[in-house]
Structure formats: structure tokens, C-alpha cells
């Protein structure tokens, strides 16, 4: 037997171990992160396939630039400490109790412990813990419950006899619930400690809502945060294409009480179900985004946030949802699964074919505006359409001879105007405009190509609603890149492109580029219009010549009430060349966009640095939805 002999470490000794253990600690996070990097891989595959995964392993830069971003973005941003939370707490003069709804099954009891003791010590601690046992088969899940239960008054747990699923168990809660307001978490998720102190910040300043959500995160077992999912506001159409709004929401609990609280039948999509039904009993102006990360969905190999198909009848359960939804909403139509796991695509009928006016400017182009019209001719399954021209001073003898061939073949269908001015796009739209028959005007550049037959069918559906402003298309340029698909304000200045350059194929932010999405404005290269919203808010403002005039129209629409969305099933090819950008390229032009940028931000500037459909804590240098770094950008 050998002899066990202890001897003390030298100081040179000590230094090594102190390195080495140093070195270990970087390795074993580097091996975290790396576990991250191939759960989130693993998790984009099985949503998006295959190909779209593969594009977007070549273009993995950009998602290493995130993820790195986001840990600092985390340290930068969650700093706030407990006691200053305390004191801000002490100053509210509204302290509302706040019920948490939990219903469990069978969780494994160390994630469970975790997600009630992050409850518990929430900063904000008038608070009641509302707990549906559903009658698990593991008998440690009573004995955590019950232990919690004695040990914190503010623990009320109901021991369902027979297991129902995920709404009668959350049905059984809310029956415990005596809260103003109601939260909703999963059994194995976690809340930051500074949650509902936000929540309730917000309602003091803003006591009538009746709905509040936040951002949300994935939390990995070893605690490492990914996968940020940053929001915009209440955007009533995006809505119908995912549940975006997800966790952490709370919500007035009358009006739970009133819409029924859960559906049975809806499953893996009951808050999906809950959150549709809820937000057509309230109004847009009673429903307010916190834009900080208060929620951490837990990754487990069982879990959706690592594999969605561990449950796909939630996602039929979600199309169940939007289905539904049209029918309450009076909306005809049809609502199918979209091109990812979670995400639904709505098509509306269209009630009447009205009278669509495109108007494209043009001067000279003879070979880009044949190509723009006889696309328009031979691929639109739409028909009831008239084309205007609006020539601006064209001097090509081949391009008179192509507007008289329109002339001959379309007859009333096809108008050549001569607006023969100096060239300001606004100013030749409106005179177009004033000339048009339609119901609804389309503006249309003629360096257009339709790809989609249906396109004008489904700008007319969206348009056709009293609530909507502009509607926008999916511009592709002809490598199949994304030229438009919604337009940020304060992006790259006063406005930019979002999605710019993503492949056709890609998914964009959380699915953006394969639902439909409301912007505060879009690009009029492509855009449909009622003519009575128009005149009303006087056309565009012929100040910007330019640029910026399709934001401007597109802001103004917005300020009325309406809804402006891009469509992402009305698909053409744009040919503008894919680096030009603002038209900036003479030091006369560069001095005109200054100028008009200038008149933009004097205006606007309150909306331009604060887009609603965006996130304040993405970055505003480029359109990809990339978490803003530490230097603001």
C-alpha cells in the first residue's frame, strides 16, 4: 500500500496552477460555447432545412458577430443592481399584485427548483406563485411543490386528480389567481430577477394597459444565454404570422377572466390561442413593449427551444389559432402553415375586383420599361388594371413606338402622359395620380419584372382593408438577393432596407422574410395605395425630389391610424444595381440628399430615431438584425 504524503506548493508552483486553472476555465467556456453554437445550428436545420442552413454556415460570420455581440450586450445592458431596483420600487405608487401562472407536468425537478426560485426572488415581490400540479407520474414533483408550498405563503399549488394538458392545467391555476395581473411561465424556464419590476415600472407610468410583453433568450443547462430575440411593437400582422409576442407577457387578468382564459384543443399553441383572442378585446394603444431581455426559455433536449418538432401539433394547434382568428375577425380567407416550423401564411379573398392604377415614370429605357410592362402583361393573373405612363421628357423614337404598341393593344387599359419637367419623382407621381381611374394606385419603377403571377392580387387583398395605409412587395435583384423587404427608420441615417442582400430562400429575422410584416414604411418602387388615403393625406411632398419621399408617404399613412405592411408573397425583380444606394454620386446630388435627409430628420426625428417596428437594442448600421454593439452602432 503506498504511502499518502502532502508537501506545500512552492511559489512557482502556485503561479503555474494558477495559470493552468485560468487556462481551463477559457477552455471549458470556449467548449460551452461551442455546445451552443451546435445546439442553435441543430435547431436552425430541423426549422429552416437543410439549404437554408447550409447558406447560412457560409455566411456564419455575421452569426458569430452576434452571438459574441449579444454576451457583451448582456453585460453592457443587465447591470442593474438589486438595491437600485429596491429603491425605485419603494417610489411606486401603484403596486398591483401580480399573479404567475405555472402549470406542470412531469419536470425534472432541477429545473423546476430553478424556475421557482427565480420567482421567488423577483426584485418586485408583491407577487403570488399560481401552480397546477397536472398529475404527474413522478412522485418528486408533489414533494418539491408541497415543500415550496409551506415554505412561501405566496405558493399556492392545486393537485389536479387527473391530467388534462397544458390548458386545463393552466385553467386550474388561473383559478388561483387574485392578481390585477397574470403571467404566464413554462415550468422550466426562468425569469431575470428584474422582470416584473419592469413590468410594473411600466405600469405606473402607464397604469391602462392591459397588456405588457418583453424580449426574450434562450438559457442553456450550463447557463449560457443565446439566441436573443429582440421585438418590435405591437404589430398586428406580423402577429398573424407567428406568435411573436410569446414570453414574458402580462396581462390584465379581467380581461383573461373575460376572453375564457385557455382553450382545450389548442395545446403547444395555448398562448398563441390566449394572445389572438386577447388582443382583438383590447386596443393597440393598451398594449406596450418592454425592449429588454426579462425571459429565458430553457434548451432542453425535450424542449421546443432546442427541438421544435418535439412537438409538432403545437404548430397545427397554432394554425388552428390563426384560422380561427380570421373567422372571429369576419376576415375570408385561408391561413396555412408557412415556409418554417411556427410561422403561417394568411391569404385573404378579395371581395371586389376594383379598378388598380399603376403608374410607372419613366424616361427613355426603352428595353427596362418593355421588360417592366410585358411582364405585367403576361404574368399578372390579376386583370382589372389600367397602366399610366408618366413619361418624363423621353427623346428614344423607340420608346414612343412602344407606348403606341401599348396604346393599340390595351386601348383605355393604357395612358401616356408627358409630364415634361424637371425631374422630381413626387411631383410627376401626384400629376399621374390625379389622371388615374383606380381605386387603388400602385407605383411601380420601370425597371421591374414580375415573378409572382398572383402579386397583384395579394397587394390588392391587403389593401383593400379600411385599417391599412401602404402595402409593400419583396423586390429581388436578379442574383436572387433581397432588395427590399421593409423599410427601418434610422437605419444607415434616415432610413434603410431590412434584410438587404439575404438570399430569396432565407428566413430573415425570426422568419420575417417568409410572413407578412408591418414597417412604417416601404419602397414605392413597388407600393399600393387606396387613392382616397393619398389625396387625403395630400400625395407626396414634393420638397423630396428624391429621395425619401416613399418614407415620408409612408409615415404620414401611419400617423392617420393605418397599418402599413409589407407583403412577402407579392415577388418581382428589381434591376436597380444592387451597389448604387441613394443617388449620391455627383457632389449636386450629394448635396441634394443631404438636404433632404436634413428635412426628414426636422420633421421626424422622434419616429426616425425610435422605428417602433424595430428593436433599440439591434444595430442601425445595417439591415441584418444584428445585436447593436457596445459603441452604439
Not at 426559455?297 to 380561427?324: D, H, I
Not at 393604357?414 to 424637371?422: A, E, M, V, W
Not at 429575422?509 to 389625396?535: H, P, S, W
Request: charged share 30%.
Amino acid at each position: 500500500m503506498q504511502e499518502l504524503s502532502l508537501r506545500r506548493m512552492g511559489k512557482v508552483s502556485v503561479i503555474k496552477y494558477k495559470k493552468v486553472k485560468g487556462k481551463m476555465k477559457k477552455v471549458k467556456a470556449m467548449l460551452d460555447k461551442n455546445i451552443s453554437v451546435a445546439i442553435k445550428g441543430y435547431r436552425y436545420c430541423l426549422v429552416n432545412g437543410l439549404k437554408a442552413t447550409l447558406k447560412k454556415l457560409k455566411s456564419g460570420r455575421a452569426s458569430k458577430i452576434t452571438d459574441e455581440t449579444y454576451q457583451k450586450w448582456i453585460e453592457q445592458n443587465e447591470n442593474q443592481t438589486l438595491a437600485e431596483m429596491k429603491e425605485q420600487i419603494e417610489r411606486f405608487t401603484y403596486d398591483p399584485l401580480i399573479s404567475i401562472v405555472m402549470p406542470v407536468y412531469n419536470a425534472p425537478v432541477k429545473w423546476l427548483r430553478k424556475c421557482i426560485d427565480s420567482i421567488l426572488m423577483q426584485s418586485y415581490s408583491k407577487i403570488e406563485l399560481c401552480i397546477a400540479e397536472d398529475f404527474s407520474t413522478d412522485s418528486a414533483i408533489k414533494k418539491v411543490l408541497a415543500e415550496y408550498e409551506k415554505a412561501d405563503a405566496r405558493v399556492k399549488v392545486v393537485y389536479r386528480k387527473v391530467n388534462g394538458h397544458i390548458s386545463e392545467a393552466s385553467n386550474s391555476a388561473l383559478k388561483l389567481a387574485t392578481g390585477e395581473f397574470v403571467a404566464f411561465v413554462d415550468n422550466d424556464d426562468e425569469l431575470p430577477v428584474n422582470a416584473l419590476f419592469e413590468v410594473v415600472k411600466v405600469l405606473n407610468e402607464n397604469p391602462e394597459l392591459d397588456l405588457v410583453y418583453s424580449d426574450e433568450d434562450k438559457i442553456e443547462e450550463k447557463g449560457y444565454r443565446s439566441d436573443p430575440a429582440f421585438k418590435p411593437d405591437f404589430s398586428p400582422d406580423l402577429l398573424l404570422g407567428t406568435n411573436y409576442i410569446s414570453h414574458l407577457g402580462v396581462y390584465r387578468c379581467s380581461m383573461i377572466e373575460k376572453i375564457g382564459g385557455f382553450r382545450k384543443g389548442f395545446e403547444g399553441s395555448q398562448d398563441y390561442d390566449l394572445v389572438l383572442r386577447f388582443t382583438e378585446a383590447t386596443d393597440a394603444k393598451r398594449i406596450y413593449h418592454i425592449p429588454k431581455v426579462l425571459y429565458h426559455w430553457r434548451m432542453l433536449k425535450t424542449s421546443t427551444a432546442v427541438n421544435p418538432k418535439t412537438k409538432k401539433y403545437a404548430f397545427e394547434a397554432g394554425l388552428k389559432a390563426v384560422q380561427e382568428a380570421m373567422v372571429r375577425r369576419g376576415l375570408k380567407g385561408t391561413a396555412i402553415h408557412g415556409t418554417g416550423l411556427g410561422l403561417y401564411d394568411v391569404h385573404y379573398d378579395i371581395l371586389q375586383d376594383d379598378l388598380v392604377s399603376i403608374i410607372i415614370p419613366a424616361k427613355n429605357g426603352y428595353g427596362d420599361t418593355k421588360r417592366t410592362v410585358d411582364s405585367i402583361l403576361t404574368k399578372t393573373t390579376y386583370q382589372n388594371y389600367e397602366i399610366i405612363m408618366a413619361d418624363n421628357g423621353s427623346s428614344n423614337k423607340e420608346v414612343f413606338k412602344l407606348y403606341a404598341d401599348y396604346q393599340e393593344k390595351l386601348g383605355e387599359r393604357f395612358t401616356k402622359l408627358s409630364i415634361d419637367i424637371l425631374f422630381n419623382y413626387s411631383k410627376i407621381n401626384n400629376i399621374a395620380a390625379k389622371e388615374a381611374k383606380g381605386k387603388y394606385l400602385l407605383f411601380l419603377n420601370n425597371d421591374i419584372e414580375v415573378i409572382a403571377p398572383d402579386w397583384l392580387s395579394v397587394m390588392v387583398s391587403f389593401a383593400q382593408f379600411e385599417r391599412v395605409g401602404i402595402v409593400g412587395a419583396k423586390l429581388h435583384y436578379p442574383t436572387n438577393h433581397i432588395q427590399h423587404a421593409g423599410v427601418v427608420l434610422g437605419l444607415g441615417g434616415v432610413a434603410g432596407h431590412a434584410h438587404h442582400m439575404y438570399d430569396r430562400s432565407e428566413f430573415g429575422y425570426f422568419g420575417r422574410l417568409q410572413i407578412n410584416v408591418n414597417y412604417y414604411a416601404v419602397t414605392t418602387a413597388c407600393a399600393m395605395v387606396k387613392r382616397q388615403d393619398f389625396e387625403h393625406i395630400g400625395g407626396f411632398d414634393e420638397n423630396l425630389t428624391v429621395a425619401y419621399n416613399d418614407v415620408d408617404l409612408g409615415i404620414r399613412l401611419k400617423r392617420l391610424g393605418k397599418d402599413n405592411i409589407w407583403a412577402h408573397k407579392a415577388e418581382l425583380y428589381h434591376y436597380e444595381s444592387q451597389t448604387r444606394g441613394y443617388d449620391d454620386t455627383s457632389k449636386e446630388k450629394a448635396k441634394r440628399l443631404e438636404e433632404e435627409s436634413q428635412y426628414m430628420m426636422e420633421r421626424y426625428r422622434d419616429i426616425i430615431e425610435n422605428d417602433p417596428y424595430y428593436n433599440p437594442n439591434l444595430s442601425k448600421k445595417s439591415g441584418r438584425f444584428l445585436v447593436k454593439s457596445l459603441t452604439g452602432s
